[in-house]
């Protein structure tokens, strides 16, 4: 089954120091992949998205992830964030054979230290 | 823009009672999708909609119907709630294939049951 996995809940960082958020996925082809960012009490807005092509895709806020087809994954990074970066953090999955929908994987919280 | 509207935007239900979240996109969309939201388990597909008229199950069904009588509406029914299904309901919608950007979401149904 398809599956998306963020291996960590929860990151602190430094406000201005560089962030690298995980995402591992699962599934039999070559997936459509997104980032989500969800602030406080608020639905959810894409930050990014893979479909093909070049394999470093760039995003809204100065994000940018990196696809790796040997190692199935889509890392987001920032190089300097900034506090208004708090929130969770969601990659999903979109499955194209079949039904087409998201995966998500859990979420990781983003706290910055002032 | 609107985008997708969920109503209410809160509600707390008693154990036993019914009620419909309601669903609206203005953006022409032909896919419609329910997730929640729980704590740590990142978001789970409910049910979804392939266009008008059309429904089917996803992840976590039981406990819901849902309804496509309208292309841009989606509701949600709970024909008898349980505190289980205390959690953060979430609306999307796309075009085929995720469209130019994926999913768009409503801003949250915080539901309680007690």
């Known amino acids: 089954a398809q599956s998306v996995t963020q291996p960590d809940i929860h990151i602190t960082v430094s406000e201005g120091a560089s962030l690298e958020l995980r995402c591992n996925y699962s599934?039999?082809?070559?997936?459509?992949l997104f980032w989500y960012v969800q602030s406080p009490g608020q639905g959810l807005q894409l930050l990014l998205k893979?479909?093909?092509?070049?394999?470093l895709v760039q995003g809204i806020k100065g994000f940018e992830a990196e696809f790796k087809r040997s190692q199935s994954s889509f890392n987001l990074r920032k190089p300097s964030v900034h506090w208004s970066d708090a929130a969770e953090y969601f990659c999903?999955?979109?499955?194209?054979?079949?039904?087409?929908?998201?995966?998500f994987g859990q979420g990781t919280r983003l706290t910055i230290n002032p | 823009n609107a985008g997708v509207t969920q109503t209410p935007k809160f509600r707390v239900l008693k154990t036993g009672q019914s009620m419909t979240l309601l669903c609206a996109q203005d953006?022409?969309?032909?896919?419609m999708y329910w997730y929640r939201q729980d704590p740590g388990m990142g978001l789970r597909l409910i049910h979804y909609?392939?266009?008008?008229?059309?429904?089917a199950k996803g992840e976590v069904p039981d406990g819901y119907n849902v309804s496509r009588l309208k292309k841009q509406n989606f509701l949600l029914g709970l024909e008898s709630a349980a505190p289980s299904q205390t959690s953060v309901y979430f609306c999307?919608?796309?075009?085929?294939?995720?469209?130019?950007?994926?999913?768009?979401f409503g801003s949250g149904t915080r539901l309680t049951v007690v």
């Open positions: 893979y479909f093909s092509g070049d394999t």
């Open positions: 999903a999955v979109g499955l194209i054979q079949g039904a087409q929908k998201l995966v």
């Open positions: 999307a919608s796309s075009q085929p294939l995720y469209g130019s950007g994926g999913y768009t």
């Open positions: 953006m022409n969309h032909e896919y």
């Open positions: 909609s392939v266009g008008e008229g059309t429904t």
């Open positions: 599934y039999g082809a070559t997936p459509y």
